[in-house]
């Protein structure tokens, strides 16, 4: 309801600025006092038909957009998101992610594509070369790990050469707390 008003008062606005405009400078505003009900064509100086068609025109298709909005996103959608995204995710998590975004509505969607995950290649790279001072760590999050490998120097080595193998999988791991923890808050 409150965006049908917004629109009606967009309208009456942009009639009132055409109305004081108008070739002959008359602007006839009905009051409920005295016309008992207030209609938006009798808001308008039969010169300015054409600017009132216009403008009812314009914000019917804002309410409109408005009112689907609302709306689930498409299949289409999902299958963008889930493309731009699927190096960021495990397959299990990918297959949960699909079902949650088939609910999400416009609005909901658009802030989900602002999020920026973690790459794990990058994880990878920080591990193989940083990783005894935990730079792997600390670019997941992970900060408590982050120390702990630094002071002990990637754990003598050991810790290090198991990181290479699982830091993708980590940081797949925090990708999708980060996601589920932005849905959270997206549906408050």
Known sequence: ???????????????????????????????????GIMSTKAIVNPVD?????????????????????????????VNQWMAMNKKFFTNQQLMSISETLSGLDEENYQNLVLVDYKDPTVSLILSIFVGTLGVDRFYIGKIGAGVGKLLTFGGLGVWWLIDIFCIQDATKDVNYEEFNEFLALLQR
């Open 1 to 35: 309801m409150k965006k049908v008003i917004f629109a009606f008062a967009a309208l009456l606005a942009a009639v009132s600025l055409a109305g004081a405009s108008t070739r002959t400078g008359e602007f006839r505003l009905e009051t409920p006092e005295t016309s």
């Open 49 to 77: 038909e054409e600017l009132y068609n216009d403008v009812l025109t314009h914000v019917n298709d804002y309410v409109a957009y408005l009112n689907t909005t609302g709306a689930a996103i498409s299949e289409t959608r």
